[in-house]
């Protein structure tokens, strides 16, 4: 980060944020000597963006100890060759599996809020990057699970080592929406989820508009101003009217199979409050309208007026050509944006201008990626725009929710540091 960008993002800071705007980059060896990303306590929400460079993760402990895990993807190399020149580098290496990565990150958090299970696993859309990928039969890559008739990778990595309590999905039992799920993927992720109530995990679809199927498990009446909005799943999105909500695609008999949504615009949407702290999640949303025949397509603009404006937003379908639309952006109006990056085109240009345009909204903001391909940095000259673009983003914001900070830890190697700070926000 330059010194001009430094001046500028500190001046611009000075109109949405009460305390002074200073980012702090270290050296990984620095990191150990003068920072350390502190310890969950009570009533403090962390929110981990998990880099593993094989798809979307992330970590949720909530204010009294409940846990929550976003998606846990995982490409695997060498299944389809001719797509593996696109992948960013596994993160840290390729020692273990990036299920297993996530396993080992999320044990350490969990251990520091004594816990050592998650209550909830959501998860967007039925893609790989989201649920994990397997190689079918060969099990020195993908070995079979010790709880059912399955292999390992993705979530079943992590629920291998992690009970999972509760598995939220967008179209749990029949998975019939908008078309019986397809790809050689799917089977895995349904034997997974058949097993699990002979280990005292249930599975439940997501319903949208409501915010009582995700909720503090343990002390709920401490923190009154927490919640978890489901805002979108398969079309139907909250009206912002109690439980409200709306379908916006049109009915299937109205379409040709191959104009049905896709699972990426059927991705599933949450938007989590804490005082006057926000959070905005929605998988793989996307714009795309094919050159106006899909005139309903537009679902991730739809979704984030539902939403309204946030503190942070993970950017839709990991900032690819067709989402992160100018619609997104102005809906929203983070102040913050976290990239969920395993490919080349994470982001692509457009997205990222977007995030960045002080024409859809005024005043300063930050944009992270979880992990960054360099033949990208090289192609997409505003990277270097970018408050960060490999490691792993949490997101902690102290109990009430009043204020919030962002650190960066180092995710090239195991147990890697805190390498950059920013913050602490507070609201005018």
């Known amino acids: 980060m330059s010194l001009d960008r430094r001046a500028f993002l500190s001046r611009a800071a000075a109109s949405f944020i009460t305390t002074q705007f200073s980012p702090i980059l270290l050296s990984q060896s620095q990191a150990v000597e003068h920072l350390t990303l502190p310890s969950w306590e009570p009533g403090y929400l962390y929110i981990h963006h998990i880099s593993t460079g094989r798809g979307s993760c992330a970590l949720l402990i909530l204010p009294d100890a409940t846990t929550m895990m976003i998606?846990?993807?995982?490409?695997?190399?060498?299944?389809?060759?001719?797509?593996?020149?696109?992948?960013?580098?596994?993160?840290?290496?390729?020692?273990?599996?990036?299920g297993q990565w996530i396993a080992k990150y999320a044990q350490e958090c969990l251990s520091q809020a004594g816990r050592n299970e998650i209550d909830y696993f959501l998860l967007t859309h039925m893609h790989d990057d989201h649920f994990g990928t397997v190689w079918p039969g060969r099990y020195d890559i993908s070995p079979r699970s010790q709880f059912g008739p399955y292999q390992l990778g993705g979530i079943t990595d992590v629920a291998e080592t992690i009970p999972v309590r509760k598995v939220i999905d967008r179209c749990y039992p029949d998975y019939a929406y908008p078309a019986p799920i397809a790809g050689p993927q799917f089977p895995n992720y349904h034997a997974f989820i058949k097993s699990l109530p002979g280990r005292g995990g249930t599975v439940e679809r997501f319903v949208p508009g409501v915010k009582k199927q995700i909720t503090l498990k343990r002390t709920p009446d401490r923190y009154p101003d927490f919640s978890i909005r489901n805002l979108a799943s398969n079309g139907d999105v909250?009206?912002?009217?109690?439980?409200?909500?709306?379908?916006?695609?049109?009915?299937?008999?109205?379409?040709?199979?191959?104009?049905?949504?896709?699972?990426?615009?059927?991705?599933?949407?949450i938007r989590l409050q804490y005082g006057k702290f926000s959070y905005f999640s929605a998988g793989d949303q996307d714009h795309?309208?094919?050159?106006?025949?899909?005139?309903?397509?537009?679902?991730?603009?739809?979704?984030?007026?539902?939403?309204?404006?946030?503190?942070?937003?993970?950017?839709?379908?990991?900032?690819?050509?067709?989402?992160?639309?100018?619609?997104?952006?102005?809906?929203?109006?983070?102040?913050?944006f976290v990239i969920n990056s395993w490919d080349s085109a994470h982001p692509t240009i457009n997205a990222l201008d977007n995030m960045l345009d002080q024409d859809l909204y005024a005043g300063p903001r930050l944009v992270f990626s979880t992990a960054t391909k360099p033949e990208a940095e090289i192609a997409i000259r505003r990277m270097s725009e970018m408050a960060s673009r490999n490691g792993h983003v949490i997101i902690r914001v102290p109990p009430g929710g009043n204020s919030f900070e962002v650190f960066v830890k180092d995710s090239s190697v195991p147990d890697g540091g805190v390498i950059a700070h920013f913050g602490s926000f507070s609201y005018a």
């Open 288 to 336: 795309e309208v094919r050159h106006g025949r899909w005139p309903w397509g537009d679902i991730e603009a739809v979704t984030a007026r539902a939403s309204g404006k946030v503190q942070v937003a993970v950017a839709d379908h990991h900032g690819y050509a067709n989402a992160c639309g100018p619609d997104w952006v102005r809906a929203l109006q983070p102040k913050i």
């Open 71 to 98: 998606d846990a993807g995982s490409k695997v190399k060498g299944l389809d060759p001719e797509s593996d020149k696109f992948l960013i580098a596994p993160r840290p290496n390729d020692s273990l599996r990036p």
């Open 238 to 269: 909250w009206t912002g009217v109690g439980d409200e909500t709306k379908a916006h695609f049109p009915p299937l008999e109205t379409l040709k199979p191959e104009d049905y949504p896709s699972e990426n615009k059927c991705s599933l949407a």
